[in-house]
């Protein structure tokens, strides 16, 4: 089994940074993809920034240029460095891992979720 677990939401000031960091643990084979999705009140779940095993990346029109993804393969971990933070980035912040069984399944795993608040 393969757990998630987030850290480094808070609030901020417009204008401000924050570094989420997303850490697997368990069982884990091959991890193909990492992501970020967040959710504000009221809204759907969206992608915010993803990256893949060969470190391709990709980000919603939103938040191009003041997110920067990545990722450390030996730690399992995955980072969302967000600058310039803006009241509409308000959100829970769900970090997903998309893994790979040694059987060959492919499956997702979410992490619990971190509260990011942008408001002076």
């Known amino acids: 089994q393969v757990q998630l677990v987030e850290s480094g939401g808070g609030l901020v000031q417009p204008g401000g940074s924050l570094r989420l960091s997303c850490v697997a643990s368990g069982s884990i084979f091959s991890i193909n993809g990492m992501g970020w999705y967040r959710q504000a009140p009221g809204k759907q779940r969206e992608l915010v920034a993803s990256i893949t095993s060969a470190g391709s990346t990709n980000y919603a029109d939103s938040v191009k240029g003041r997110f920067t993804i990545s990722r450390d393969s030996a730690k399992d971990t995955v980072y969302l460095q967000m600058n310039s933070l803006k009241p509409e980035d308000t959100a829970v912040y769900y970090c997903?891992?998309?893994?790979?069984?040694?059987?060959?399944?492919?499956?997702?795993?979410w992490g619990q979720g971190t509260q990011v608040t942008v408001s002076s």
């Open positions: 997903k891992l998309d893994l790979l069984s040694r059987y060959g399944v492919r499956y997702a795993v």
